[in-house]
């Protein structure tokens, strides 16, 4: 595989190694307009160089993205030592059409939200 390259199929394939975080916070306000649909990840540092992760909702689908920059606090989070914050987001016409089906509860379910990093790209990213 190309570690420039995102293919989402192969980063959620089982046998690929790969880590998972699931979402510490979400938001989910998309009557209050844009970039009101949210999640908060606690991201561990290592995986800061990863040129890139898939953010995976259920309903909603799977959504390969580069790192946008890392935070320390986010609606007040606070990262711990050794871990970042990433917010990432969700359209809100996206969020408004699974609302509409009835997936509300499910869209603001912490679990529903998962990053999910190719493993062996860090591992080559780590020193060491």
């Known amino acids: ?7 989402t199929k192969v980063v959620l394939r089982p046998k690929f190694g790969k880590y998972d975080v699931y979402a510490t916070k979400v938001v989910v306000q998309p009557w209050r307009g844009e970039h ?17 992760f898939v ?14 920059g890392t935070l320390q606090e986010v609606d ?8 970042h914050l990433i917010r990432d987001y ?3 016409r996206t969020a408004f059409k699974l609302i509409l089906q009835g997936m509300y509860k499910q ?14 790209i860090a ?6």
């Open 1 to 7: 595989m190309d570690d420039s390259n995102c293919n």
């Open 36 to 52: 009101h649909v949210y999640g908060i990840f606690i991201v561990p540092d290592k995986y800061k160089e990863s040129p890139f």
């Open 55 to 68: 953010l995976t909702v259920k309903g909603a689908g799977s959504y390969c993205e580069k790192p946008f």
């Open 76 to 83: 007040g989070i606070f990262a711990e030592p050794g871990t």
């Open 90 to 92: 969700i359209r809100t």
């Open 107 to 120: 869209l603001k379910d912490p679990q529903s939200w998962k990053l999910t990093y190719p493993r062996n």
């Open 123 to 128: 591992r080559k990213l780590t020193p060491g």
